[in-house]
Structures are given as C-alpha cells and as structure tokens.
C-alpha cells in the first residue's frame, strides 16, 4: 500500500460548465487553497458543453482534467448521446445513462487520488429531483464509503447543492459574488443556447423559474 497523505486544503470539482456545477467551483474556492476540475467527455449533445468548461477553467485559471469517457455511448444510446431522440418529462428522463454518476465519481476519486485531493465536491441534487439514482444523498454517502475502502484514504465527497432548489442556487451564486457570471457563462439548456437558454426545455424552466424567483425575492428586500 502507498503510504500518503490526501492534502485537506485541496479540492476537486466535478464540472460540467453548467449553473450547478460552476456555482461548485466558486464554493471550492472560497474553502480550499487549491482547487483543480475534471470533466467527463461522454459525446455530450454539445460539443460546446465541453468548450464552455475548458472556457470557464481558463478564465478562472484552474487546472482542468478531461477524461474521455465515450465508452458510456456504447452502454445506453439515449437521448444525451442519440441527437436524433427528443427528450421527454418521464419520471425517469430517457437522459438517463444506468450507472453514470457511480462512474464518473468513481473515476473523480481515482483522480483526486492521483492529485492527492482530499475533498471532491460535486453539484447533484436531490431537490429538483431528476430521477437519477445516482444522484441521491443516501447514494453518495454509500459510495464515499466504497471509495475510501477501495482505496484505503479519506475522501470527502461534497455535495453543497443536495438540499437547495434551484433558486437557492441562484442565492447561493451571488452570496459568493458570482451571480452575473454564472447567468452569463454557464450552459445548462439541453439545446446548448448558452446564458439563459432556449427557455422551452425541462433545464431551462428549471434554471430560469428558479432565476426569475430569486431576483424577485432579491428585489422585494
Ligand atoms: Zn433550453
């Protein structure tokens, strides 16, 4: 076994370049000395989701990991990944991929390993509830467990946004001083229009109602 040390002041994001996890990278910075990202290149709808991050990264000068993880298109064609499909409002969404967030939190760890980050924080969220299992509290809880067993470390796995909807998010974002630039460089819209989106897909109504309740909140102090 490899005797180390996981430096607790050092952080990694799970990124996707979208609102929720870029309000992630602005929490990390505020808590750790040293922040790093990681993206997973999966053939996103958008080739542009994944030049948003690369973007954002630049911009805010961290070190960004891409993993290609294009193997999760032979597992579950569907419609993140078959641009022909439609995306429907079932309960579970036909986005779905069966084990994606066990894989790419996995691979999280395998890298925060190498990285010698202690913490991984990740912006899923059990509020808005996508129907992901994958995504609930109880579900990152067991697998931080697993992860810190297969490894023999203590990682912290993080996940700021499990509670807030989605206009908490937006409070969120601008208590870190960062609400303007998360609406304006960020890409939520299944249609891959950036800032506030197409307005007609399931992401948009979600991220834009919860904008809207905010800042009427916000305006009403
Ligand atoms: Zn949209």
Redesign the pocket.
């Known amino acids: 076994m490899i005797n180390m040390n996981l430096k607790s002041n050092k952080a990694l994001v799970v990124f996707s370049g979208g609102q929720d996890s870029t309000t992630c990278l602005f929490h990390a910075l505020e808590h750790y000395d040293e922040v790093e990202l990681v993206t997973f290149n999966y053939g996103q709808r958008h080739a542009l989701e994944i030049k948003v991050a690369k973007s954002i990264a630049k911009e805010q000068g961290l070190k960004h990991h891409v993993l290609d993880m294009s193997l999760l298109s032979q597992l579950a064609p569907n419609a993140l990944t078959d641009h022909h499909m439609q995306i429907e409002d079932d309960e579970i969404p036909n986005t779905f991929v069966p084990a994606r967030n066990l894989l790419f939190m996995s691979f999280a760890a395998a890298l925060a390993y190498q990285i010698e980050a202690k913490h991984i924080i990740t912006g899923v969220c059990e509020t808005d509830f996508s129907g992901y299992p994958d995504c609930r509290d109880i579900f990152i809880k067991s697998l931080n467990v697993t992860i810190n067993l297969s490894m023999d470390q203590d990682f912290v796995i993080h996940t700021p946004l499990m509670w807030l909807d989605k206009k908490q998010t937006w409070a969120l974002a601008d208590s870190l001083g960062q609400l303007d630039y998360i609406r304006n460089n960020t890409l ?4 891959g ?1 950036m800032t506030d ?5 399931p ?2 109504k979600l991220r834009n109602a919860g904008l809207k309740a905010y800042l009427t909140e916000r305006g009403a102090r």
């Open positions: 939520t819209c299944y249609e229009i989106g197409c307005g007609e897909c992401s948009c």
